[in-house]
Nanobody
Framework: QMQLVESGGGLVQAGGSLRLSCAAS????????????MGWFRQTPGKEREFVAG????????YYADSVKGRFTISRDSIKNTIQLQMNRLKPEDTAVYYC?????????????????WGQGTQVTVSS
């Protein structure tokens, strides 16, 4: 089993920045499970959870939704066993609960919601 815990959410003005972090306990991303696929998703009330960014733990290859490309950066820290989401030039439409997700499989579609492990979510609110 793996537990994921997000942190770093909060309230920020439009144009500002936030950095989210996702820490894993239990199973780790390295070693036997180094093939992990990791992702950040977000959800607003009444809408489906949507893909924001993803990363392949082994290669570090990153993927982004068009809506955040050029503003958000996903990264991994293999020593701390965490992934981060640096969010710059935030917009009010970025307001959502942000979730970290992980799966030991190579997910061909990194934007799928079919991840085995999810965090509890952290609220990000961007005021105009």
């Amino acid at each position: 089993q793996m537990q994921l815990v997000e942190s770093g959410g909060g309230l920020v003005q439009a144009g500002g920045s936030l950095r989210l972090s996702c820490a894993a306990s239990g199973r780790t991303f390295s070693g036997t499970y180094s093939g992990y696929t990791m992702g950040w998703f977000r959800q607003t009330p009444g809408k489906e959870r949507e893909f924001v960014a993803g990363i392949r733990w082994n290669s570090g290859t990153t993927y982004y939704a068009d809506s955040v490309k050029g503003r958000f950066t996903i990264s991994r820290d293999s020593i701390k066993n965490t992934i981060q989401l640096q969010m710059n030039r935030l917009k009010p439409e970025d307001t959502a609960v942000y979730y970290c997700a992980a799966d030991p499989r190579y997910l061909a579609d990194i934007g799928t919601r079919d991840y085995n492990y999810w965090g509890q979510g952290t609220q990000v609110t961007v005021s105009s």
